[in-house]
């Protein structure tokens, strides 16, 4: 009896499945690293070692131009900033050296819990859009009621400004009494989970169409729920298809918590508010978005490397 009809026979479905994916592997790997014995070795031919060499210099080439015109860009730039006839007084107010020191310790408090709104926000957006995302894609006529509130919620959400929303969530819901007094923050992490889940649930739900229909059937052929076929088989080809429009996602909400200061909540953008009161200076501010650029800038960074990786392997005919 073969292994993969005991597996079937024995109620594993997944593990049938899995078998014969690694029976696929190992039979393109040994078709691949089989050779004729006695070939002589592969050597490139002229033409090819030209090709490579002309490559080669092309690229040196590239680099110097891309350096050299990144350099005079910039001296242009900056020589016409210095310059200018009001550039003394923006650099006494914007980028006063003492005044952005003394303002660091104090916006840094307020940065930690803009961080620790972001993870909280970031737990329940993925959450919540998950569960909109399905919602939108039920079929049957019976989910019907069901897709048109996940519609009609998207579609108000993705239209209505962030900053309305968190004057609405934090200023309206309160005088509901439905809680105990609550922080800002609370209130500022619930607007953010509303608004943001929106978005993720449009991106997860494009996903999810992606997904080719044969994946679903071969899944329900093999014996698994449709509870198991969606978690299983369609969620993680639909996140892996998605995966760069949600990182971008998540770049944009970690600038918005700062908009929970709106609400009184003392997050960096309060702090530095306050410091430029007491300092009559406004490079509080710019300390504020040096800080909020290092908090996105390795976010940043994975999601273009994640982006230029997926397309490379899809121009190589790779499985994305």
Known sequence: MAPWTSSLRSGSPIRALLFCRRSRARIRVSSTSSSVP??????????????????????????????????????????????????????ASFFDWNTMVSSVGPILVGLWLNIQVLVVAA????????????????????????????????????????????????????GLNLF???????????????????????????????????????????????AKTLRLVVMPQAVRKVTPALMNDFVSMQKDVGLISVLGAVDAIRAAQIQVAQEYNFSPYVVAGILFVLLSLPMIRLTDWFTARAQKREQIGGAV
Do not use: N
């Open 123 to 174: 737990i329940g957006v993925a959450i919540f859009g998950s569960l909109l995302a399905i919602a939108r894609t039920l079929r049957g006529p019976i989910f019907t009621p069901i897709r048109l509130l996940a519609a009609g919620y998207t579609d108000i959400f993705r239209g209505v400004p962030v900053l309305l929303v968190l004057y609405l969530v934090g200023f309206g819901l309160p």
């Open 180 to 226: 105990d007094r609550m922080p800002a923050q609370f209130w500022g992490t619930i607007a953010l989970i509303l608004c943001y889940s929106a978005y993720v649930a449009e991106v997860l739900r494009a996903g999810i169409e992606a997904v080719h229909p044969s994946q679903r059937l071969a899944a329900r052929a093999l014996g698994l729920s449709h």
């Open 38 to 91: 006695g070939a002589p070795a592969f050597s490139p031919s002229g033409v090819e070692l030209d090709r490579r060499r002309y490559r080669r210099t092309q690229g040196k080439r590239s680099v110097l131009i891309s350096v050299a015109s990144t350099v005079i860009f910039a001296v242009v730039v900056l020589g016409v900033l210095f310059s200018s006839s009001g550039w003394p007084q923006v650099q």
